[in-house]
């Protein structure tokens, strides 16, 4: 019923900038939304939670990342980025993003993306 779909994943140089952005789709409407987050997965490793962003205003951000990373919203557009700067090799990663919510049927629904390659390198 709900769709999310990534974009802006690539190759960077370290030091340089991402935009990743997801795009929510599908029944929208009908979920109520409780929190939106980025994750990502490197071959052999666990899945992280890189950022979050609870409805109601805070976020968290890994220790790895804070201060050069930016979980936002934009209710309009049913979109939520993740702005990344002063990228490291070791950010390299196929990022996901996540929405948990909402309907009369599902609780507290986790919705994945498919995820995009981010790969940080000279």
């Known amino acids: 019923q709900v769709q999310l779909v990534e974009s802006g994943g690539g190759l960077v140089q370290p030091g340089g900038s991402l935009r990743l952005s997801c795009t929510l789709s599908g029944a929208v409407s009908e979920v109520i939304f409780v929190s939106y987050s980025w994750y990502r997965q490197a071959p052999g490793r666990e899945r992280e939670l890189v950022a979050s962003l609870k409805v109601g205003g805070n976020t968290n951000y890994a220790d790895s990342v804070r201060g050069r990373f930016t979980i936002s919203k934009d209710n309009i557009k049913n979109t939520f980025d993740l702005q990344m700067s002063s990228l490291k090799p070791e950010d390299t990663a196929v990022y996901f993003c996540?929405?948990?919510?909402?309907?009369?049927?599902?609780?507290?629904?986790?919705?994945w993306g498919q995820g995009t390659q981010v790969t940080v390198s000279s």
């Open positions: 996540n929405a948990v919510g909402s309907t009369i049927m599902t609780i507290g629904h986790s919705y």
